[in-house]
């Protein structure tokens, strides 16, 4: 349990990652106003009295204080503690404090075979620091089989409770482009901590919603006007330590270290000494999700792995995160620069490390997976293959079915090779809602880890509603639309307002002062109208009559800046034409690079050239990439008497790998896609971002494009 701060609690919250070590204390200078007393100071900063006359010698008489004088206070004065004490927010505005006693006895526990720490706290029902505690060496060496822990045994805890005061508070309202952890960064306090503060916040996802009205603590200093204070902290000069040293943890200079400790310039640095260390101030560039990325300092993690991860210098980090001087706390939320490249991904804002699913499987673990799908086996003869073969004949519902199927068959042998034995229960639908509340009735779905399937709207809504109080994840192999929330769907293909919010970021990331065209027909004029409201300046050409106007093409194009042109429609005779026109345009002195946000089947139509949208490096948004998974590619043609696989076998397959080695690894789907970023198996990326109380929405996609005949990912 973390310590508090149980008479000035919420004081604590307020400082909360600004607290020091032994040899660190914080500070702050006031230059003293007219009709100010110590006593109105001291309450001002929530300190006593005495601790200002303590630090502030010259002033003989509390009751004489002179106009201007600079006073030090010491902004941690008379906050005591209470050892391993854990906050947590009451009605009618108090906090309660619950306070953990000793142990009354330990229980001897031997570490089996792919046990962990977190499994043990979990089994016994107590903290992981408590299990370290009291089992010292688990702090010098790893968790292994045969270990003898002592596991504490603690009494029922005891409740203490103090109001709060809320003059330390303000009402926040939530920018656009702001999260959890840029508004936690900006107030230096942790996320349990804005739990705190605000306990209607969901402790189930992230989800802030512009506009959204938050209790914050007051920043320190915010509420004195028109006062410029220099923020600095004691300090204990340690053996060894050097003014080279000093600059390279705290981001300050010799010169400036000097300019607040005069007397340095006579004994130079000594050991023992306790000098004052210049705070940084935070950079004043706005903190939200444009501008910066989150990081979550985890339990344990030292400076040396911390800027190895990140991909930036402890002294690079300090300037940012100037509470870093403090020390690195577990908790604290550090901001990262957005462009800034590490060993981490981005999930929402949010840096999370990558993770090799396969080496973390629980191969111990057996997950129970249902697969839902309309076979429709109520049509076909399976005693006549001829008959069964012309019953499948137009039945795309049937065709996807088996095709997914017969990917996932491959997964589940892919996954048993690794060592995961997984109960395995098909369910045939027959796209019929009278059987899918007969299948509705099954123990299987309801003890099931994961279900993939239905692939019908209806059929899908009634089983997620159905198994939703047994908390059993759902997911929608195909594109599907609902029309109410469905919080336990994953929905495994990306949206197209996604594909096209992806290629506009791509676009955004790499124009440098390129010419924007805009073509587009009639029905494409909302895609048209996000253009240019994204791109102010560009050119825009409204298609009449399905056909390419040739003339007022050319005339938007520049021979001076290259011509990106978006394409948005979904006529063949439209694409045609305008992809004619364009690659004849083509000089040495007119570039073109063709785009659409929505390469849909008119692009695919095979009258459709495409050593022209080779010419015009085509790019576009898509859920599928290049098929690099050549296991998979010869696995399929071993199991399926040499047939290649087509799109829905390559889906089949990636669905079902994902949710096994994530299963594997967290034994929860819900939970593990909260810890795992990017993944992507033979052809298609999984990255699922919660959406609030509507499920989980995959925004894994690639940006593809024609180059020299061939398909590749553009970078």
Known sequence: MKKVFVKFYIVSLVLLLF?????????TTHPVKKGETIQSIAKQYKVSPESILNLNKEVKNANELKLNTILVINLEAKVTSDNDAKPRETANNTVTVITQEEPIGFVSYEVKRRDNLFRISERFKVSQDAIKRYNKELYATQLKKGMTLKIPKFRKIEVKETTVDETLFEEYTVQPKENRFSIASRYGISIDSLLVLNPDLSK????????????????????????????FMSYTVPPKKGFLALEREFGVTENEIKMVNPELNERGLQEGMVIRIPQKTANKEAVNTENF????????????SLTRKLGLSYRELLSLNPELQSGLK???ILKIPKANEGNFVVKNSLIIENIDLISKMNTAFKPNLVIMLPFRLDLINVNNSEAAKDSLKGRRDANWSLALYSGALVALDSIKKLGLSVNVSVFDTERNMNRTKELLLKSELKNAHAIIGPLDPESLKEVAVRVLPFQVPLIAPIHTKSDISLSNVFYAVPSEDNLREQLLSFVKEKRVAENIVVIADDAHE????????????AKALNLVEKFAMKDKILALLSSTEENWV???????????SVISVLNASRTDKIKIRLFTTNKNKAYDDEKINHSHLSNLAFTYPTIEGEDKNDAFERAYMKMNNGKSP???????FDITMDVLLKLAYKNNLFEASKNIGETRYSNTKYNYVQKESQGYYNTGAYIMMYDNMWIKEAK
């Open 19 to 27: 607290s020091f070590s032994a040899f660190a204390q914080k500070f």
């Open 204 to 231: 189930d996802n992230t989800y802030l919603a512009a506009g959204q009205k938050l209790r914050l603590p007051i920043l320190a200093g915010s509420t004195t006007e028109n006062q410029t204070s220099q923020l």
């Open 293 to 304: 990325n989150f990081y979550e300092v985890k339990p344990g993690e030292a400076e040396y």
């Open 330 to 332: 577990a908790g604290m």
């Open 526 to 537: 909302v895609t048209k109208k996000l253009l240019l409201k994204e791109f102010p300046k």
């Open 566 to 576: 978006f394409l948005e429609t979904d006529q063949f005779s439209t694409v045609n």
């Open 646 to 652: 087509d799109k829905y076998a390559h889906k089949g």
